[in-house]
Protein backbone atom coordinates (compact mmCIF):
# COMPACT_ATOMS: atom_id res chain seq x y z
CA UNK A 1 0.00 0.00 0.00
CA UNK A 2 0.86 3.24 -0.57
CA UNK A 3 -0.53 6.28 0.90
CA UNK A 4 -0.53 9.95 -0.42
CA UNK A 5 -0.69 13.24 0.95
CA UNK A 6 -0.62 16.52 -0.59
CA UNK A 7 -0.19 19.87 0.40
CA UNK A 8 0.07 23.62 -1.09
CA UNK A 9 -3.32 24.54 -2.53
CA UNK A 10 -5.11 27.92 -1.58
CA UNK A 11 -6.90 30.80 -3.06
CA UNK A 12 -4.47 32.61 -5.87
CA UNK A 13 -5.15 35.71 -8.53
CA UNK A 14 -4.88 35.20 -12.00
CA UNK A 15 -1.00 35.18 -12.90
CA UNK A 16 -0.27 34.14 -9.38
CA UNK A 17 1.70 31.29 -8.69
CA UNK A 18 0.99 28.16 -6.42
CA UNK A 19 3.90 25.06 -5.85
CA UNK A 20 1.86 21.53 -4.43
CA UNK A 21 3.68 18.87 -2.54
CA UNK A 22 3.06 15.46 -2.27
CA UNK A 23 4.84 12.82 -0.03
CA UNK A 24 4.25 9.13 0.02
CA UNK A 25 4.96 6.65 2.80
CA UNK A 26 4.22 3.12 2.81
CA UNK A 27 6.24 1.16 -0.10
CA UNK A 28 8.99 -1.18 0.51
CA UNK A 29 10.54 -0.28 -3.01
CA UNK A 30 10.93 2.67 -5.70
CA UNK A 31 7.77 4.27 -7.26
CA UNK A 32 7.28 4.40 -10.62
CA UNK A 33 5.23 7.05 -12.34
CA UNK A 34 4.10 9.85 -10.05
CA UNK A 35 2.08 12.84 -11.03
CA UNK A 36 -0.84 15.14 -10.75
CA UNK A 37 -4.63 15.00 -11.90
CA UNK A 38 -6.96 17.48 -11.52
CA UNK A 39 -10.88 17.41 -11.62
CA UNK A 40 -13.21 21.00 -11.47
CA UNK A 41 -16.83 20.72 -11.01
CA UNK A 42 -18.76 18.87 -13.47
CA UNK A 43 -16.21 17.87 -15.41
CA UNK A 44 -13.95 14.73 -15.51
CA UNK A 45 -10.56 14.15 -13.77
CA UNK A 46 -7.45 14.94 -16.14
CA UNK A 47 -4.07 14.38 -16.40
CA UNK A 48 -2.10 17.86 -15.32
CA UNK A 49 1.43 15.90 -15.49
CA UNK A 50 3.42 13.02 -14.97
CA UNK A 51 7.29 12.09 -14.04
CA UNK A 52 8.88 8.70 -14.19
CA UNK A 53 11.32 7.43 -11.65
CA UNK A 54 13.99 8.42 -14.31
CA UNK A 55 12.89 11.46 -14.68
CA UNK A 56 10.76 12.09 -17.61
CA UNK A 57 8.16 14.19 -18.06
CA UNK A 58 4.86 14.70 -20.05
CA UNK A 59 2.03 17.45 -19.42
CA UNK A 60 -1.38 18.26 -20.52
CA UNK A 61 -1.41 21.34 -23.29
CA UNK A 62 -3.15 23.26 -21.28
CA UNK A 63 -0.40 23.65 -18.97
CA UNK A 64 2.83 23.30 -21.13
CA UNK A 65 5.07 26.36 -20.60
CA UNK A 66 3.17 27.40 -17.26
CA UNK A 67 3.45 24.55 -14.81
CA UNK A 68 6.83 22.00 -13.98
CA UNK A 69 7.00 18.84 -12.15
CA UNK A 70 9.76 17.42 -10.14
CA UNK A 71 9.91 14.80 -8.11
CA UNK A 72 12.47 13.99 -5.17
CA UNK A 73 12.97 9.65 -5.21
CA UNK A 74 15.23 9.95 -1.89
CA UNK A 75 12.01 11.89 0.06
CA UNK A 76 9.11 9.65 -2.53
CA UNK A 77 8.05 12.86 -3.11
CA UNK A 78 6.49 15.21 -6.00
CA UNK A 79 6.26 18.61 -6.65
CA UNK A 80 3.89 20.50 -9.13
CA UNK A 81 5.21 24.15 -9.67
CA UNK A 82 2.17 26.51 -10.78
CA UNK A 83 2.80 29.69 -12.55
CA UNK A 84 0.72 32.40 -14.46
CA UNK A 85 -2.37 30.44 -13.00
CA UNK A 86 -5.55 31.10 -15.16
CA UNK A 87 -9.42 31.43 -13.67
CA UNK A 88 -9.68 27.74 -15.78
CA UNK A 89 -7.08 25.86 -13.68
CA UNK A 90 -9.48 26.31 -10.90
CA UNK A 91 -10.01 22.08 -9.48
CA UNK A 92 -9.13 20.16 -7.19
CA UNK A 93 -5.68 18.44 -7.65
CA UNK A 94 -4.59 14.82 -6.63
CA UNK A 95 -1.43 13.50 -6.52
CA UNK A 96 -0.65 10.02 -8.40
CA UNK A 97 1.28 7.20 -8.04
CA UNK A 98 2.04 4.13 -9.31
CA UNK A 99 3.68 1.26 -7.59
CA UNK A 100 3.75 -2.91 -8.87
CA UNK A 101 0.70 -2.23 -11.09
CA UNK A 102 -1.06 -0.36 -8.95
CA UNK A 103 -2.66 2.98 -9.08
CA UNK A 104 -2.99 5.29 -5.52
CA UNK A 105 -4.45 8.36 -4.88
CA UNK A 106 -4.33 11.37 -2.37
CA UNK A 107 -7.31 12.65 -1.10
CA UNK A 108 -6.77 16.51 -3.08
CA UNK A 109 -6.39 19.69 -2.51
CA UNK A 110 -8.13 22.37 -3.68
CA UNK A 111 -6.59 25.30 -6.09
CA UNK A 112 -9.08 28.53 -6.53
CA UNK A 113 -7.74 31.04 -8.92
CA UNK A 114 -9.95 33.83 -8.37
CA UNK A 115 -9.69 37.93 -8.25
Known amino acids: QVQLVESGGGLVQPGGSLRLSCAAS????????MGWYRQAPGKERELVARISSGGISNYADSVKGRFTISRDNVKKSVYLQMNSLKPEDTAVYYCSAIWLGSIYWGQGTQVTVSS
Open 26 to 33: GSSSSINS
